[in-house]
């Protein structure tokens, strides 16, 4: 599998020199397989790009969002593959009572928010909930379960070719919890991201920073390297950045985690937008 990250940036996308260096764009992360398979996992504003990129050379694309927070569907409006005719678009996403996925779409693709009505998308495109069990997308099978975060929101594990990516980019494992000693089964998100060969994970917060924002869903830095320990992923991106840290600071962050994570098994890196990662098992 073939992982770039689109968007690493959480809440909302940030310009400016000061974060040219992780890059501004809100979460998507784009998975292509061996035999062509095209998956993209949330559509924040890095799907904008990502759009672009496959624009005229895939018919059919997969887009699994997590939840509906604005930061990881804004750039699903600026997908350049669901205004041509010629690409069948498949949207996944959260199941909801009384209520599909479409119409709670529908509210963000749509006046006064939009100018485009979401019937009127020249493509193909489907509004499909995630279903309870796995499921197969080309070559790849996925399983999704709810995590621990504001609203109903998935955490997804896609597994091809021998290899496995957990994405886990909205995610407050530790909240009410010791993460370095409770149960595994007791743990948010441990079930999907166990010995993943890459797992992409929310750090948004400092550990300084954690104690005014927690139960605001996201992790702070000691929780994500503990629940990265926890998984055993052979490779962590620290991902989900918040808006307000600029490069310096995440340089910072990341120093820090290298140093705590010295003695640890697998890697771990602050995710930075436009990264590939080649997985081979």
Known sequence: MRVKLWGVRGSIPVPGQDAAGYGGNTSC??????????????????????GAAISGRCR????LLTHLHLDHIQGL?????????EVEVTVWG????????????????????????????????????VPGGPWRIGGVEVKAAQVAHRGLTLGYRLTAEGDSVCYLPDHEPGLGQDLT???PEWISGHALAKNASLLIHDCQYTDAEYPAHQGYGHSRL???????????????????????HDDAQLDAVGEEAA???????????MAREGRVIELAA
Not at 29 to 50: F, H, K, M, P, Q
Not at 101 to 118: K, Q
Request: net charge negative; aromatic share 8%; no cysteine.
């Open 60 to 63: 059919h694309v997969h887009v």
């Open 181 to 183: 000693s409770s149960e």
């Open 259 to 269: 140093s705590v994570w010295s003695s640890g098994a697998g890697t771990v890196e």
């Open 222 to 244: 000691s929780d994500a390297l503990a629940f990265a320990s926890r998984a055993g992923a052979r490779n962590t991106q620290l991902f989900h950045h918040d808006p307000g």
């Open 94 to 129: 959260p199941p909801a009572l009384g209520r599909s996925l479409r119409e709670r779409l529908a509210r963000f693709i749509s006046n006064p928010i939009f100018p485009v009505e979401i019937r009127d998308l020249p493509a193909r495109v489907h509004f499909e909930d």
């Open 77 to 85: 409006t600026f997908f350049a593959p669901i205004f041509d005719p």
């Open 29 to 50: 992360v784009g998975i292509t397989t061996g035999d062509g398979t095209e998956l993209i996992l949330d559509a924040g504003s890095g799907i904008r790009g990502l």
